[in-house]
């Protein structure tokens, strides 16, 4: 290692430039060659969880980049009705291209109502189910699903058995933390915040354009 860093050290701009093309072809070709490989199209279910911030976030931005792409999309929010977010504002210029649905009456904790947010949460699913399956939408976010799965308030059977049957090309994304082991295990995306530092713990409250 010692050796090759002294060599770089005596070489010319002019031959380093000429070594890091050589470097970078040897690695386009080998890409190239791992990319024809990979031809099955098909619609994604990806799920968004873990304790650290941005799931929803990731989940709208892959939203945007839909509906830059002229898709149509669905969104079913199942716990955050009440809140005014910065991204439902902007999706509401599009009303061609997204459907919007707010099902739920806030977090559990806030209306300390199991049977209400249970018959909330089985609204948002019967709702879910008909979006996913119908012919105008490509693209569904269930986001916070996680969280009434987690609360037991829909049959984790059921959902998983209803989205192995899910149209083709359908993607369904589904955000929320403690995601089930059965959802984790069907989709065909996984990704995991983890938290590393968080101003919630500094006493610093939810800061407009950040987390809403």
């Known amino acids: 290692m010692a050796e090759k860093s002294e060599l770089l050290q005596t070489m010319t701009e002019a031959e380093l430039d000429a070594r890091h093309a050589e470097k970078m072809k040897k690695k386009k070709a080998a890409r190239d060659k791992i990319l024809a490989t990979k031809t099955i199209e098909k619609g994604l279910l990806i799920v968004h969880t873990g304790k650290g911030k941005g799931k929803s976030t990731a989940a709208f931005g892959l939203v945007f980049r839909a509906l830059g792409n002229g898709m149509k999309i669905a969104v079913v929010q199942f716990v955050k ?41 089985k609204a948002a699913w019967e ?63 996984v990704t995991e915040m983890e938290m590393i530092k968080h101003p919630f713990r500094s006493g610093v409250k939810a800061q407009k354009g950040i987390e809403f």
Do not use: C, S
Not at 88 to 104: I, N, S, Y
Not at 149 to 162: C, N, Q, S, T
């Open 81 to 121: 009705g009440k809140w005014e977010t910065g991204e439902r504002k902007v999706l509401e210029h599009f009303p061609d291209q997204v459907t919007m649905t707010a099902m739920g009456d806030g977090f559990t904790w806030e209306t300390q109502d199991r049977q209400r947010d249970i018959a909330a949460a």
């Open 127 to 189: 709702r879910a189910k008909a979006l996913i399956l119908d012919d105008e939408h490509q693209m569904v976010l269930l986001d916070e699903l996680n969280i009434v799965l987690r609360y037991d308030y829909l049959d984790i059977a059921e959902v998983v058995e209803f989205l192995k049957a899910k149209p083709e090309m359908k993607h369904v994304i589904v955000t929320g933390r403690n995601a089930k082991d059965e959802l984790i295990e069907l989709a065909d995306l």
